[in-house]
């Protein structure tokens, strides 16, 4: 695609209605400044030639709107679009000024195409006439990896689909796709020295419906496949260099490899043949190490480098069992080989062979921070998933590193906790959360800081099965993490109120499938003397909330938009409605709580809960609301460093007939159910008696019938999660949402 035909193309998104009151742009630029007056677009526009990177007489349809009928003249110099090639300027930088005339300056290709997605958001359109308002901008971004990810392993999507994607990419200036074209649900890429890579690992014979951690599992019995011929390859890859994005395929290995291997299974620890999988999670079957593996799967890097011209190759590297590996021969006998201690040394010999091999052919690898494990050669970059410490790790170890935290840049979590979302894998990732998310962790030291060389986030298809759905997921979160990139993300409502007012009349025009739930009406609940009050408020200060309290007699209204729930002796459930019944946002919302006797109270936890799985503090214990299932992560209190103990003083004697205690099951995102809950009780502090109870189940009722006044709750955690699952190898998350008694 020719540069004018990619200004021609990317242009078209922009018409918006109205005189911009604040900036319009997305990414925020650096500084933007404006001014009193407009230039409209009149008959006849004159295009200067000088510092133009291309040619042809209908220059200015190339970027503007399709029903703008105007007459271009080109000049040499002068006229009203003048363009300057700057000298000795950072490479993305670029500025616009416009005042009578419109003056774009720029440092590179990449940034004069960056200037005119600025230009194309500053479109208006008054009574059938286009203008833009006068402004001074000058910008650049603040980090040099700015990446959106697609599994298309999992889900298969089309070219088109894919180009789609990479649009919307470059409208918000990202300049990274990570592609992950291999799994083991599906191997989408075509290898011609080993066909039956998508001959047979392109095809999985059904596909799981529902959650994976519903028990018993359902199956759809529909087959699901679909692989880019390398001719399909090469046409994304230049699409997307037109679009000045870099695509950086991932070739899963060491695990995630049953695809491959139901294609090749002689390249496993026992030989067997096993089917694509038809249901997500960890695998114990994974790459053997043997050489003739690593020969496999160079042969295979060797026809993937020649398809993507970019600097990165990413292998993965994560989530790989050793289960195998500790039982096979030619395993141990490289391990012994190469005087290896263990098999996570055997891992890291295993990246080492194909760093080496990439660096052969000019290529960087990266792969998810669990390369780490076992040493790494110094020319790897880490991407950090499980959270900032791998990352600030790898940086500490001088690599260079890619932040894609879980907590903030997992595009496949819950945005909203309505009962509408489309089905998730789990967590709760707001716009706000991603909004507020920093790169650089404070924790790393100022000399290391520069390693981190930008984001990205990372959209997981296991519950995605249709690009509508892709696009519901990432806008308009990606629209935060271009300004999270861009450096540019300051005050969060300030942004939602421009996302509101201007780029979401713009998605609806383009009748993008994107998520709303930014808007929603939000439910905060806290602590009050006789138990919690449960607060409705809307980004709209004119909305009005209509709250509906005639199903419970019991509920009082505080304050307009404030119902007060008392604590009760025996616990019951209550519901609440409410509805916004002004304003151009219509929205409704369901509340079911739990009233119990200690609603409100705050028990003492140690050790405190995880940041990234904060819910409301001590209070997620006591409000009242049970956590979802699928869980979406607001409601639950998250613990990953082992064992947590709870204390309670209900201030004097009292009888506790039961102590209930709500908690989550889904070893597919590593959490797990803890093997035991001790519970101490006293009446006065001093004399203490003990009950154990075996852990079967998410709700447990231990039973108690005594009076006491002091409690104590040990949650004995698992140490390590079991071969075979998820995070195998890896401390277990404990889950909890609620304690009650009764």
């Known amino acids: 695609m020719s540069l004018k035909n990619i200004l021609f193309t990317l242009l078209l998104f922009s018409v918006t209605l109205g005189i911009a009151q604040d900036c319009p742009v997305f990414p925020h630029p650096q500084n933007y400044t404006s001014m009193t007056g407009e230039f409209y677009f009149g008959e006849m526009v004159m295009v200067s030639t000088k510092d133009l990177p291309m040619s042809g007489q209908d220059y200015l349809k190339w970027y503007l709107p399709h029903d703008l009928k105007i007459n271009t003249l080109f000049v040499a110099e002068g006229g009203d679009v003048l363009f300057q090639r700057l000298t000795n300027a950072p490479p993305d930088s670029y500025s616009i000024k416009i005042d009578k005339k419109i003056k774009i300056s720029y440092s590179s290709d990449a940034s004069l195409f960056y200037a005119f997605q600025t230009l194309r958001q500053l479109i208006l359109k008054n009574e059938g006439q286009y203008y833009l308002q006068n402004v001074t901008i000058s910008d650049e971004p603040n980090f040099q990896y700015r990446g959106m990810h697609l599994d298309v392993s999992r889900h298969f999507f089309t070219v088109e689909e894919v180009k789609k994607y990479l649009d919307w990419m470059a409208r918000y200036k990202f300049n990274k796709f990570h592609w992950h074209l291999t799994d083991d649900q599906g191997w989408r890429i075509e290898i011609k020295r080993y066909p039956k890579l998508t001959e047979i690992g392109s095809v999985r014979a059904q596909t799981l419906k529902g959650h994976a951690s519903v028990d018993p599992q359902v199956y759809d019995g529909i087959e699901h496949k679909g692989f880019y011929t390398q001719k399909q390859i090469k046409e994304i890859v230049a699409y997307a260099a037109d679009l000045f994005i870099e695509v950086i395929p991932e070739i899963e290995m060491p695990g995630h490899a049953r695809a491959a291997l139901a294609a090749y299974p002689e390249y496993s620890c026992d030989g067997v043949r096993v089917p694509v999988a038809e249901t997500w999670g960890v695998f114990e079957k994974v790459f053997c190490s043997k050489d003739e593996t690593i020969t496999f799967l160079q042969n295979i890097l060797s026809e993937v480098v020649e398809l993507f011209p970019g600097k990165y190759i990413h292998i993965g590297g994560d989530e790989a069992p050793k289960t195998a590996w500790k039982a096979c021969d030619n395993c141990q006998l490289q391990m012994e080989k190469h005087n290896l201690k263990n098999e996570e040394q055997l891992q890291s010999f295993f990246i080492k062979e194909m760093d080496k091999f990439l660096q052969g052919k000019g290529k960087t690898l990266i792969g998810w921070d669990e390369i780490l494990e076992g040493g790494l050669s110094q020319n790897a970059v880490v991407m950090s998933w499980r959270g900032i410490k791998g990352g600030i790790e790898a940086a500490e170890q001088d690599h260079m590193v890619i932040m894609t935290p879980g907590s903030h840049c997992y595009f496949d979590h819950y945005q909203s906790d309505r009962k509408g979302e489309p089905l998730a894998i789990g967590g709760y990732t707001t716009l706000e959360k991603v909004y507020s998310f920093q790169p650089i962790p404070e924790e790393l030291r100022a000399d290391k800081q520069g390693l981190i060389i930008g984001a990205q ?146 028990w003492t936890i140690t ?132 304690i009650w008694l009764d």
Not at 610 to 621: E, I
């Open 457 to 602: 986030a990372n959209l997981w298809t296991e519950y995605i099965d249709n690009f509508e759905q892709v696009e519901y997921m990432i806008l308009p979160r990606m629209i935060a993490l271009s300004e999270v990139l861009w450096g540019t993300n300051q005050d969060y409502a300030t942004f939602l109120n421009r996302l509101e007012t201007h780029e979401f009349p713009r998605l609806k025009e383009k009748k993008a499938n994107f998520s709303t739930a930014a808007l929603y009406m939000t439910t905060l609940i806290t602590s009050s003397p006789d138990g919690v009050e449960v607060s409705y408020e809307t980004i709209d200060p004119a909305q009005k909330i209509d709250i509906d309290l005639k199903s419970d007699e019991s509920l009082q209204l505080k304050d307009g938009n404030t119902v007060v729930l008392k604590k009760t002796l025996r616990p019951r459930w209550i519901k609440i409605k409410a509805k916004t019944v002004t304003g151009t946002t219509q929205d409704t919302s369901s509340l079911h709580i739990l009233q119990h006797s200690t609603l409100g109270e705050s």
């Open 607 to 738: 050790p405190s809960p995880s940041t990234y799985y904060p819910g409301k503090g001590a209070l997620t214990l006591s409000d009242g609301v049970i956590g979802a299932r699928p869980w979406n992560g607001k409601e639950w209190l998250g613990f990953n460093e082992g064992d947590v103990q709870l204390k309670f003083d209900l201030n004097n004697k009292k009888l506790v007939n039961d102590l209930n205690i709500s908690m989550l099951s889904a070893p597919s995102s590593w959490i797990y159910l803890p093997e035991t809950i001790s519970l101490r009780y006293s009446k006065n502090g001093k004399k203490w008696k003990t009950l154990e109870s075996k852990v079967d189940k998410e709700l447990m009722k231990i039973s108690l019938g005594k009076k006491t006044r002091y409690l104590e709750v040990t949650i004995n955690c698992m140490d390590n999660i079991p071969e075979g699952q998820n995070g195998a190898g890896h401390m277990p998350w404990l889950f909890m949402d609620e």
